[in-house]
């Protein structure tokens, strides 16, 4: 951020101040907007976190996780808040169309903002900014940023936990995007006092019956795997949702089980919804499926983690996605999983 100094003084006074972060907040995105949100409140500061929609169960115990206002939920609470804020916070996400309904609102105040993310390609009209897609999360980005304003000494057990939480969930359990740095980072969030084993133990340990007896029917019944694209595809139908009682948050994860397989590069997860058909895909190494996402599924994300939604049915975006990955056997072929 190049214009730090001019933020250090603008945050050297109290301020009412907003954090948001993007629909189907996940460990990340909840994570940096809850560290921030102790970092910011120690400064003396008034601070609201709002998302778009709610935030899974495995995070609900994070430190202040229920001062969070949903949008969904308590739009007039939320517009409130955005109204008094001075300053809103953009976390974990690069185009205001990311948090819809609650995009359209902030997009319409003259209210600066400041970006902190590390998806490729920002799309964000923001006063201040830390944009690094190659950073592992934007956990580690507000790490980097309490470091900009020089108040690393302001570092406790509730901001280190909401950080680790989100390094832990977007490196899938420090296996992705790692570097010397992120273990300096997580090491020094140890010394201070964060228990690393129980926040492995509270997200990960964490599976309902319901969750596993799901992912068997995923891989038993609903998987087919396109060797010669060294692709795995799971679908769901919306029979599928109402058998399985599933609920927001139950399908995290499923997607990478196939990306366990030797030959497989890219997994993706197709989702039929009430109004859209969503996507999420994964891949291995130096395959993107960014690219996939952003022009055939109005979508993006990053190199190995993107998603998008089709307007065809069930059936009709499997077959197109399949009707694709020909333009992409060379590629596939080639490329290496690490
Ligand atoms: P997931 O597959 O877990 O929903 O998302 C994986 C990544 O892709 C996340 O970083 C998320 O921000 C991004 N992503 C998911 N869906 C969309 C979408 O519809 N549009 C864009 N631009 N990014 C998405
Ligand atoms: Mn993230």
Redesign the pocket.
Known sequence: MENIAELKTFLSIPKDIVICS?R?P?GDAIGSSLGLYHFLNKMGHTVRVVFPSEYPDFVAWLPDAESVIIYDIESDRAEEVVDRADLIFCLD?N?LS?IDRLGEYIGGKDTPLAMIDH?LYPDLNALYEISDPSSSSTCELVYDFIQMMDMQKELDVPIGECLFTGILTDTGSFKYATSPKLFRIVAHLIEIGVDDYKIQDLIFNAQSEKRLRLLGHCLANRMEILPEFHTGIIYLTRNDYDVFNIQRGDTEGI?NMMLTMKNVKVAAFIMEQPTIVKL??RSKGDFSVQEI?QKHF?????KN?????SYFSLKKTIQKLKDILPEYKTALDDAKPY
């Open positions: 993007h189907n996940d996400f185009s990311r998806h997607v999420s895909l996402c109005k979508g993006g994300g990053h983690a993107s998603g998008g939604a």
